[in-house]
């Protein structure tokens, strides 16, 4: 099941999440294929997406995003508050089919993502309207050294980060320090975060992918008092629909609609995220331009 559980550390000012993805991951790339490194990249950032939503503190969305000059040039990862997850990369399909085999993971990240990149996380808050934009140049030689930077500078929370996919899974760890006020805990503090970024650092990224998030912490984090509570499901979902497509092309006017239609025999709307096509034969164009809906609908195309 796709869960994402947050964890403290008891009398401490150490909070963290663990995320791990597997249908969801699966269904976001059900109608498109991408290169092993990119879908890798992909993965990372979708787990990233769910481990940020999951400190968010009411409704709203939050959009992962990275801009590149390398062989990836836009990559999107969307999550809301109840972790409902949609995501989409760009790229360079010549430049990806050229990348080096067997190259360092850091030397792959630099080719992905090019140089003079950043990233950018927006909050959006569904019912003050209120916005919140980071950005960040993406450093070093991962997406986690990246997001570490990203909440060092613009949350000013120091943040240790661990992601990693592959085809079947997504998942990611994240551990961070609070603020503590007054000066009384300080040490302790400072003792106790250090515990855990030993504790992270403890965890080989594959191991993510295979381990219980109850066997990760009790062999990261042995030596700290944790409380781990009950996980939030984690959803794949797209915004696209029928309803949606048929406003679109209702937008577009009926003459413009016809002139596809007499060109290619149908018209396919294919969407910008999840690249589900849909396809309006003749009735559906009639049916959508009469104000109504064809019997069968548009048909989806798998």
Known sequence: MDLVRRFIFERQAVRGHWVRLEAAWRELRLHVRYPEPVERLL???VAAAVLLAASLKFRGTLTFQLQGSGVVRLLVAQCTHDFRLRALARFDERAAGVLPAGAPRGAVFRELVGSGGRLTVTIEA?????????????????????????????????????????????????????????????????????????????????????????????????????????????????????????????????????????????????????????????????????????????????
């Not at 855990?196 to 990760?216: D, F, K, S, T, Y």
């Not at 290619?264 to 109504?292: H, I, N, W």
């Open 43 to 45: 993965g990372e950032a």
């Open 126 to 302: 569904d019912e003050k309207g209120a916005r919140y934009q980071g950005v960040v140049p993406l450093e070093g030689g991962s997406l986690a050294e990246s997001l570490e930077a990203y909440f060092a500078t613009s949350e000013q929370l120091p943040t240790r980060v661990l992601l990693a996919a592959d085809a079947a899974r997504g998942a990611g760890l994240l551990v961070q320090k609070l603020p503590v006020a007054g000066s009384a805990g300080d040490e302790e503090s400072a003792a106790a975060w250090q515990g855990a970024q030993r504790g992270i650092a403890r965890l080989p990224e594959e191991e993510l992918l295979g381990h219980p998030v109850e066997e990760l912490l009790a062999r990261g984090f042995s030596e700290q008092d944790l409380r781990l509570f009950r996980g939030s499901p984690v959803h794949f979902e797209c915004r696209c629909g029928e309803g949606r497509v048929a406003g679109l092309l209702r937008t577009l006017g009926e003459e413009e609609v016809r002139d596809v239609l007499r060109e290619q025999g149908s018209v396919t709307v294919t969407c910008e995220f999840c690249r589900r096509p849909y396809r309006f034969q003749k009735g559906d164009v009639d049916a959508l331009f009469a104000g109504g809906d064809a019997e069968s609908g548009p048909r989806e195309i798998h």
